[in-house]
């Protein structure tokens, strides 16, 4: 069974940084593209950034970009989610995705497109 289980969450400082983990195992899987998405408490779940395709194209939703970094080790078979300049706003519970088809345009930000999710790590931003 394909399995991706996220860790690095953490309570940090606005301004601070984390460095989320996405590690995924299981017999068969190969993934053309692994998200990150998150939701805050009373929120929709939101796209925060993919990585996809054998160039590794990145998408970054406009409220993270620049401020975060999605990076990937296929060997390792980690993806990770740098954040850097953290706001109160960024708290919310970080989710894995992947899927098994390259996106292109805006469908990297449709959840639709992601068959396997894993159970999330908190991110908290406070002072």
């Known amino acids: 069974q394909v399995q991706l289980v996220e860790s690095g969450g953490d309570l940090v400082q606005p301004g601070g940084s984390l460095r989320l983990s996405c590690s995924f195992s299981?017999?068969?899987?190969?993934?053309?593209?692994i998200c990150w998405f998150r939701q805050a408490q009373g929120k929709q779940r939101e796209a925060v950034s993919c990585?996809?395709?054998?160039?590794?194209?990145?998408y970054y939703s406009s409220d993270v970009k620049g401020r975060f970094t999605i990076s990937g080790d296929k060997v390792k078979n980690t993806v990770w989610l740098g954040l850097d300049m953290l706001k109160l706003e960024d708290t919310a519970t970080y989710y894995c995705?992947?899927?098994?088809?390259?996106?292109?345009?805006?469908?990297?930000?449709?959840?639709?497109?992601?068959?396997?999710w894993g159970q999330g790590t908190q991110v908290t931003v406070a002072t």
């Open positions: 990585l996809s395709g054998r160039m590794g194209r990145t």
């Open positions: 299981g017999p068969g899987y190969d993934f053309a593209t």
């Open positions: 995705a992947a899927g098994a088809f390259e996106v292109y345009g805006s469908n990297w930000m449709n959840p639709r497109n992601y068959d396997y």
